[in-house]
């Protein structure tokens, strides 16, 4: 029986999950592999606060304990952001240490430098925790939809939108209250901007997108957008019509070009995705020959974003065991067959559109609203307008067929030019009925 | 580049498909594997219809073309059923060949022959495809989940089933009905006991609970009841109660025994199993680290059940020319850690209950009947009772709060013996609020 010596960078909420998941699993993990996977050490900052539970575990502060330390054969990272996770990293890969994070943002923002530097060194980089928590997503896209050509890419990736939208819905309060009680409660952080302004969740994309397509993808490519401005007659107005709000992350593969997204999305009330609730997590796949797979599970926490660092561990300490390294490519690809992708502009976009226009209540106004559509070849599928004053204006709510995003953004920049719409258009997209998940 | 060998035996429905990915991915495979990897020889007694696209494959009548084959790695089985696909695997197995099958039938009822067989050759077996189609749920559990101890599964693991039972709550028809239409359009077989019977659905609760569980279980002590015997009316109840339902195998880990069984369920309508829709099949797992995982995809069907296939060959041909053969357990534990299982007699069984009563339209018929269940300990939720003739008979619908399953049989034992009630009590059990897959 081998022993694969595992030190950990990071004490803090997924840290300490990670340390009692290997700590609880020992027995588990030596009868499924036949190898003692086993954490030496822990370097922390405030490594006085680490509970004596972790038995003969050894504690620092200083790193070097970790990276000089030759029995150590994979190191973990999970202290987040970029610096100085990024540095840490590159250091444990030139000590020749194999490496498993959960660091979303550094992944998706310097995954291409820290693969090149493991692909030097022969060692690998682990990081099923970056994406859908405890969810085997990774793992499903590198392995197990192996033989598809994955035609697009659609998700739920971060709880705490979800948790918020879920809750507006479910009590119609409004979106600060709602921020407000989960910030209380510990399902939000104290700056919530990564969560609800969908910069999480394109971090996310950013990583699903290089391996479901093999390409390189810039996060500043990917046109993100968050529910902030998201209101409580907006979801009474989705549910009117069928549909729940949910912030989703969407790509498409069309061949030579791919679609990328996160914005809220009006989802068809029957698709999985809609029925994606409290702070859970749904990624959705369509495949050419596997058609369509939904992967569901928490995407946050202690102890499931635990149970997949320790599933990365246990998969390169087999490698390890069986000197197989790098017998999947990181990226699901081999390197030298990821090519530099190409994000279809947002403007190019087309899908059909929900509006919420705020014009004042007098006649002639729904005329007025349809011929600037019309006049930028939007066709209308449906409208409610209801005389419920507010200040002075009434929603006048359309959903409109299929049309351009270039379109859309030039007909509501006349519409919020007129007198009569005195304030700004909400618009939101509709998942189209094609894409419904359920064949 | 290393060529991988692959002869496929069985040209049906699946082995179609299987070949359709291996021919149209083979590409993308190189670029993802680094190998070729060629289907070289197709066996099937009709071999004349096979079409001349498959190009330069080799086609025979002749199973030992493939069994003597030294250049064959890997030998794929997908005739289904236990003779001679059995025959077949063992052959290969003893020509130290790596073997691939979707074959539920045989995997749930001989695995522990084939698998111990595998291992003195030092072959692999791999059948991701016997469950859940298309949805990499096998090595979710190998893999993916390797840390956690699995404390339930509860899947739809039949789409046939689950396409009769949506189309009978979508359209209110009988089943009957709704069979004759599932046979004409293909999605269901002209002899269809395995599907709507639940016993395909048990095969896979063996596989799964297996590999989740880490002990050999036999088919035969797997409690299963089929769908044949619910009726529309039953469905409008279900919704009228907030439930929906689906034909569900169940098995919760109760550390020294183990629930097992495969029946209709009533499920919340907002858990995700309730709104698998279609023919797909939905695979619920609780982790004691992860949590709630789904995986949700299409069950069966030629390019989905080739994909996992696919996956399978290529994991496998990824072992071959890394050395790592068995760097994964065949059935997640190492073999001498697989115990002999010990599932919970039925009888013992806690869930609640829906019975629908067909009674006498007299008075005093509900206090009979509430005295009956209270005697039996059987405590009353809810109750329905309308007055809308069948026969001289109206049907008295109650939920019941959990109740052993010995109690309720023996409470519907003396029921059914009543004058007032003529017909046989239908009764379903209800999943339980606390497995609700929302945490």
Redesign the interface.
């Known amino acids: 029986m081998k022993t694969i010596n595992v030190g950990l960078i990071g004490f803090g909420t997924v840290g300490s999950g990670t340390a009692e ?2 700590h ?2 020992a027995a ?2 030596e ?4 190898h003692l996977i086993r954490l030496k050490t822990v370097a922390d900052l405030n490594v006085e606060s680490i509970p004596a539970h972790l038995g003969d575990v050894k504690l620092t502060k200083d790193v070097e304990d970790i990276f000089g330390d030759p029995e150590i054969d994979i190191v973990i990272e999970l202290i987040g952001g970029i610096e100085p996770a990024k540095t840490f990293i590159l250091k444990a890969i030139a000590s020749g240490k194999h490496v498993v994070t959960a660091n979303k943002a550094l992944v998706s923002q310097h995954g291409m430098e820290i693969f090149n530097a493991a692909a030097a060194q022969g060692v690998e980089v682990g990081f ?1 925790a970056s994406v859908g928590g ?3 997503v990774i ?2 896209l590198k ?7 994955i035609m697009s890419i659609m998700g739920i990736m971060n709880g705490t939108a979800n948790y918020i939208l879920n809750k507006m819905t479910d009590e119609g309060a409004p979106f600060q209250e709602v921020l407000a009680e989960a910030q209380e409660i510990g399902y939000a952080e104290a700056d919530p901007t990564y969560d609800i302004e969908g910069i999480d969740t394109a971090h996310k994309l950013v990583i699903l997108m290089t391996m479901a397509f ?1 390409m390189h993808v810039k996060l500043e490519d990917i046109s993100t957008e968050g529910i902030s401005s998201i209101e409580p007659i907006d979801i009474e107005f989705a549910r009117e019509f069928g549909y729940r709000i949910k912030l989703l992350a969407i790509s498409v593969n069309h061949g030579d070009h791919v679609e990328a997204r996160v914005h809220p999305t009006m989802v068809p009330e ?1 698709h ?1 995705l809609a ?1 994606i ?4 997590n749904g990624i959705h796949f369509n ?12 995407g946050a ?1 202690k ?2 974003t ?3 660092v ?2 990365d561990v ?2 390169i300490a ?2 390890i065991v ?3 390294i790098n ?3 990181s990226l ?3 390197p030298e ?1 990821i090519t530099a992708g190409s994000i279809t502009p947002m403007e190019e976009l087309r899908c059909p559109y929900y509006f919420r226009i705020s014009a004042a209540d007098e006649p002639g106004v729904l005329s007025t609203l349809a011929g600037i559509l019309g006049k930028n070849d939007i066709s209308i599928e449906s409208v409610i307008q209801k005389s419920r004053e507010e200040g002075g204006t009434v929603p006048v709510v359309i959903l409109a067929y299929e049309a351009s995003e270039s379109s859309v953004r030039k007909a509501l920049a006349e519409i919020d030019s007129l007198d009569i719409c005195p304030v700004k258009t909400v618009k939101i997209r509709i998942l189209q009925d094609r894409d419904n998940g ?2």
Chains 1, 2 share one sequence.
Do not use: F
Request: aromatic content about 4%.
């Open positions: 998941v290997l609880e699993q588990r993990l009868k499924r592999t036949g099923e405890g969810i085997p793992k499903a392995e197990g939809l192996v033989a598809n050509n093999g029957r999985m029925n609730g409290g702070a859970y495949g050419d020959m596997v058609g369509n797979v939904l992967l569901y599970g928490l926490g102890m499931p635990g149970s997949a320790a599933a246990v998969d087999r490698n069986h000197g197989s017998r999947v490519p699901s690809y081999r067959n359920q064949g």
